[in-house]
């Protein structure tokens, strides 16, 4: 059988040699004489020496002088571009539009876990191949090619391949399991009862806001109009403020508090206008039946004031009656399962957690599904690669070629929609022979 050289510098295949047993072959059924060549892609490189050594029988020279290395474009790991990949801040971003140093989730393996860690992006990849989609019993989906490896409970494995004759190699089929924790939520659009919500939230768990008589004796009969909000996580007062911007609302920032040895910087906005102050607490009244979108941002506002994260464990602390029964009915309104647990301590009155349930696909499912702003509570560094998800292979079926893409990371792998995928790598010069 004759196949269709690709065209261009690169090469998507690497013929059986007795040095090194992985060897690729061009799909027939993929070969497009049409198809445009891989794009070369120049990166500086900060080698010690351009001079490569060998001491192989198969290479008749002992030293060569190399003006580059990397694959030229051998990449054979690729996906679709509208995978979503899950970024170190927590949020996720389409595969197509992560770049060189973002930083992502990875995952290596310490003990016996595989655990989640960050990592960054070294290189991105564009290339034409015949792409698979992938579906598991959970519904999530993956768009790749036939030579992309996905770890399953049984170690990495290619998604097409045959059991016996050259094709042969370790593939995914209906009896593997994928290892993650499911498709990632799809990002919402934040209208304007998302932004209610969030203000209602985060004011209602870290704000002052009020009208007070004036005490000082000449202003006997006068009022005094107040609304502040300090926080140390800049990300959720920058979103509060342009949120009440929108609706018409102007503040003021100030530093509250500068740093000590044992606080952090306290930064604030405020506003002391009688119609500001009137308009805010509008904005942030308890409403009679809270829309999904008042619900997903009174969550975020909720969790950035009152929330945390660590050691596994999602829950929103407070002892307002009123918050916490809005948080409850927030959850269940979004599908979430919760608990509610108690401590007294010193207090007056008991404080109470609100604890998600369900595990790191439920945290997850809950950091995209509402959004809260401040990264630092959407951390899951160093978790355990484990989940209750049903990610069993249900059916492969071909799509013909597409446009796939791919990346480079610092751990070799990365998060694609839930589950852990293989990047692309860039070969060193002389350790493939092929």
């Known amino acids: 059988m004759k196949f269709v050289p690709l065209k261009g510098r690169g090469t998507a295949e690497n013929p059986p040699n007795r040095f090194e047993p992985l060897f690729l072959e061009p799909d027939p059924e993929g070969m497009d004489p049409d198809a445009p060549g891989p794009r070369t892609v120049f990166f500086k490189d900060s080698s010690r020496s351009i001079i490569a050594t060998n001491d192989s029988p198969d290479v008749g020279f002992e030293a060569s002088i190399n003006p580059y290395r990397g694959c030229e474009h051998g990449c054979v790991y690729c996906m679709s571009g509208d995978t979503p990949i899950l970024m170190g801040e927590g949020t996720i971003k389409r595969l197509v539009d992560v770049r060189v140093g973002d930083l992502i989730y990875g995952t290596v393996r310490e003990g016996p876990y595989r655990r989640y860690v960050k990592t960054s992006v070294l290189a991105h990849w564009t290339v034409e191949k015949r792409a698979y989609r992938i579906t598991l019993a959970d519904g999530t989906e993956l768009v790749a090619s036939g030579d992309h490896r996905f770890l399953t409970e049984r170690g990495w ?193 008991p404080l109470k957690h609100v604890r998600l349930r369900g595990g790191l696909g439920e945290h997850l499912r809950f950091f995209h599904t509402v959004d809260p702003v401040i990264s630092r509570k959407r951390d899951i560094e160093r978790q355990a690669l484990k989940s209750a998800a049903d990610l069993r292979v249900v059916s492969i079926e071909p799509l013909g070629s597409q446009t796939l893409f791919d990346i480079t990371t610092g751990t070799g792998d990365f998060i694609a929609n839930g589950v852990v995928s293989h990047n692309c790598y860039a070969r060193p010069t002389h350790e493939y022979l092929g």
């Open 157 to 349: 494995k290619y998604v097409a391949g045959t059991a016996q004759g050259r094709g042969r190699r370790p593939h995914v089929t209906s009896n593997n399991k994928l290892m993650g924790v499911g498709s990632f939520s799809a990002p919402m659009a934040k209208r304007s009862d998302y932004q209610r919500g969030y203000l209602c939230g985060l004011i209602r768990g870290d704000g002052l806001i009020g009208t007070y008589p004036d005490g000082r004796p000449e202003r006997a009969n006068h009022w005094q109009h107040q609304f502040r909000l300090a926080l140390a996580d800049p990300e959720a007062l920058g979103r509060a403020g342009g949120y009440l911007l929108e609706f018409g609302v102007e503040t003021n920032s100030f530093v509250f508090q500068e740093a000590s040895l044992r606080r952090k910087r306290l930064t604030a906005i405020r506003t002391h206008a009688r119609e500001s102050v009137a308009r805010i607490t509008e904005l942030i009244a308890w409403p009679s039946d809270g829309t999904v979108d008042w619900c997903r941002g009174f969550l975020a506002g909720i969790f950035d004031a009152e929330g945390s994260y660590s050691g596994g464990i999602l829950r929103i602390t407070n002892t307002d009656a009123a918050i916490l029964d809005n948080v409850v009915r927030s959850l269940r309104r979004l599908g979430f399962a919760c608990v509610v647990e108690s401590t007294r301590g010193q207090r007056p009155r």
